[in-house]
Each structure stands twice: as structure tokens, then as C-alpha cells.
């Protein structure tokens, strides 16, 4: 199938992805004074005494904002707000597919951080949750830091947070398949943008001792120029060795290799540099850093991808319903690191010990378990990290 076309097909068909649906019947008068005026003055009146009763008044308490500028969507690019308006439906329809939570796209004609930030504050009031999608680094990083100092629900940039949390479960799982330990492996990333820096830094949090980014300027080191401030802040905490090289000098070695960059960076060569038992996971989209195939033929043990053609898909999908979904059940005020690790691990355990193998690390997307476990698991964290609000 010729996926572009007959999708393109399937819009025009479709014309949108979403719609609302109504949840009470209005066929009487006595309908429409419940629903409406004049009734519906007395709940308007009881959260004006207390906010927090909006959650229960209303669709707040399962209703998410997935908020784009359009800088950075999917493979495109810088295509604008409006043309990112379909990733946004789709991102919606995933959340209700997966999680049973009502998504709201929301695009944005900024790109300045203070508009963003005064927008999104601005209309947090009717959500119980915001997910931030598609925004380029290193914007992202300041919108999300200042919208979770401000706001009183969870703020949570999946292309960030989402992706960190699927990776991690695949990682855990394939340690145990080749038998090493997350204390002592080192671990390779190349991509230092959103996605990078947000596993590079939640790896570090689940254990990780021995890691080196690399991105255009080549492995991320102190004091080098041509560095972000987020990279500046990354290559403090990693590279213990100093190396000053590039993504091959990286690589000799290693065993780990994620990556969050470009197609076809990666050499059969590089890959046979890593120790016995290398984990490889290039993620880049459509056209992974390095194909599959050629990884297994450089002597890679355990091979997964962001495409859903070949074995072990690492798919934002196993993650954000379920952490929406428990965030929601908990009425949190925030997505933590606690309640990340707590998905992370949730997904990994869904894989058990007698199914776990090179070719299966990572429960099927369309398995029914995942959204409940991690929903499960995060409200558990939530409420254990006092976030939880009921």
C-alpha cells in the first residue's frame, strides 16, 4: 500500500479524525433547563467557591489539550500550526483509542516562548492535562519548564517525556536479554535534541553510570562551542572519559546505541566496534540510522526501531494513554519523574520472562494490558509522591 496516498485519501474522506459527542440527551424542556439556563447556574456557582469541583462538574477531569506551534512535526519540519493540524487529530484519536481520554487539538501561530506559554497558561483552566507535541528544541524545553512552574495540572511533551519512557522499557528488557546491567554498560546517543536530551537524562535517572551524547558538533563534552544550553547542561553530567570525537570513536566499545537523528549514519562497521551483546535501537523515522538488517549483520544482539514493520516498534503509543489515563484517574498535578519511571517500568513487566526474547522486548502496541498497567501504575506513583489529588 502506498501509505501517503491512500492516507491523503482517507482525510478527504474523513474530514477530521475527531468529534464531539454528546453525553446527555436534550429533548425536553425540562432537558434543556438541567443542561442549560437555568439550572446550570448552580454548578457554575459551586465552582466558583472551589475550582477543584470543576473536575467533577464538568469533562474536565478526562479531557487533555494536545498543543502544537508546528515547528517540529513528525519528519517535516517547520510546516506551520495549521498544516500540523492532522498529526494533533491523530494524536486525539490515539488517546481515546488507548486511553478513553477526550483530546482537544490545539495549534498555535507563535513561536515566541512568552506567547506560547500566556496561551497555553491562559486556557489550562479547561483541561486536566496538556500535552505539548511537535514543538522544535530548544523552545520546547523552556515552554515546558515555565508551563509546569505555573500550572496546576500535568504539563508533559511527549516527543520529550513519551519517547524517553518507551525507550527505557525496550532497554530494560533487552539488558536482560543479552545479561548485562544498566550500572555497567555504556550507552551511546546520537541526537541531542528534544527526544535526545530527554533520554539521555532518564537514563541517567533509571541507573545509567557510563553515557555519551553526540549530535552535529559531534560527542558532547564540556566546554565545547557549538552547544545548546540544554547540551551545555547534558555533556556536564556525561562523557566521563572526555572523549572528543565522533559518533564512531563513540561507538568502539559501547552497548548501546540509541538513536534520535538521521538516516544512514550508521555503519555495519561502527556497529561491529560495539562490545558482544550490543543493544541497537536507531530510531530515526522513516529511514533509521542504521537499517535493521545491516545492524544484525555488524553483530547486533538486540535491534528495535520506531517503525512498526520490524520487530520490537518503540512507539510512543505504549506510554502516554496510560500516564494520561492515570494522571487523570489521580487528578495529579503534575507528571513527576517517580510517575515516569513507574510507565517505564510497567511496560517492561508486561513482557514476561518465559516471552521475553531478541525479537519481543516490547508488548504489542494493540495490547489491550498496556494502557490499564501503566494508568495503574502512575496513579499508584502519583499518589505515592503526593501529587495525587484524590
Given at each position: 500500500?502506498n ?33 442549560y ?67 482537544i ?7 515566541d516562548v ?6 497555553i ?8 492535562g ?25 504539563v ?10 518507551v ?33 539521555a ?33 547534558l555533556a ?38 560495539m ?23 555488524g ?40 510517575m ?10 508486561l ?19 498496556v494502557?490499564?498497567a ?17
Amino acid at each position: 500500500m502506498n501509505y501517503a496516498e491512500e492516507s491523503l485519501k482517507k482525510h478527504y474522506e474523513w474530514r477530521g479524525k475527531i468529534e464531539v459527542n454528546a453525553r446527555v440527551e436534550v429533548k425536553t424542556r425540562e432537558d434543556l433547563s438541567l443542561a442549560y439556563t437555568p439550572g446550570v447556574a448552580q454548578p457554575c456557582l459551586e465552582i466558583q467557591k472551589d475550582e477543584d469541583k470543576s473536575f467533577a462538574l464538568t469533562r474536565r477531569w478526562n479531557t487533555v489539550a494536545v498543543i502544537t506551534d508546528g515547528t517540529a512535526v513528525l519528519g517535516l519540519g517547520d510546516i506551520g500550526p495549521v498544516a500540523g493540524m492532522p498529526v494533533m487529530e491523530g494524536k486525539a484519536l490515539l488517546f481515546k483509542a488507548f486511553g478513553d481520554v477526550d483530546a482537544i487539538p490545539i495549534c498555535i501561530k507563535s513561536k515566541d516562548v512568552d506567547e506560547l506559554v500566556r496561551t497555553i497558561y491562559l486556557i489550562s483552566g479547561s483541561f486536566g492535562g496538556i500535552n505539548l507535541e511537535d514543538i522544535s528544541a530548544p523552545r520546547c524545553f523552556e515552554v515546558e519548564r515555565r508551563l509546569k512552574e505555573i500550572c496546576d495540572i500535568p504539563v508533559f511533551h511527549d516527543d520529550q517525556h513519551g519517547t524517553a519512557i518507551v525507550l527505557a522499557a525496550a532497554l530494560l528488557n533487552a539488558l536482560k536479554v543479552v545479561k548485562k546491567e544498566i550500572e555497567k554498560v555504556r550507552v551511546v546517543i546520537n541526537g541531542a535534541g528534544s527526544a535526545g536530551i530527554a533520554i539521555a537524562n532518564f537514563l541517567l535517572g533509571l541507573g545509567v553510570t557510563d553515557m555519551i551524547v553526540c549530535d552535529r558538533i559531534g560527542t558532547l563534552l564540556t566546554g565545547k562551542d557549538g552547544m545548546t544550553v540544554p547540551q551545555a547542561e547534558l555533556a556536564a553530567k556525561t562523557n566521563r572519559a572526555g572523549l572528543d570525537g565522533t559518533l564512531a570513536d563513540a561507538l568502539c566499545g559501547a552497548d548501546v546505541f540509541i538513536g534520535v537523528s538521521a538516516p544512514g549514519i550508521v555503519s555495519k562497521e561502527m556497529i561491529a566496534s560495539m562490545n558482544e551483546g550490543a543493544i541497537v535501537f536507531p530510531m530515526a523515522n522513516p529511514t533509521p540510522e542504521i537499517m535493521p538488517e545491516l545492524a544484525k549483520e555488524g553483530g547486533a544482539a538486540v535491534i528495535g526501531t520506531g517503525r512498526s514493520d520490524y520487530n520490537n516498534q518503540i512507539n510512543n503509543v505504549l506510554a502516554f494513554p496510560g500516564i494520561f489515563r492515570g494522571a487523570l484517574d489521580a487528578r495529579a498535578t503534575e507528571i513527576n519523574e517517580e510517575m515516569k519511571r513507574a510507565a517505564a517500568y510497567a511496560i517492561a513487566e508486561l513482557v514476561s520472562d518465559e516471552e521475553l526474547s531478541a525479537d519481543y522486548i516490547l508488548p504489542n502496541a494493540f495490547d489491550e494490558r498496556v494502557g490499564k498497567a501503566v494508568a495503574a501504575a502512575v496513579a499508584a506513583a502519583a499518589k505515592a509522591t503526593g501529587a495525587a489529588r484524590i
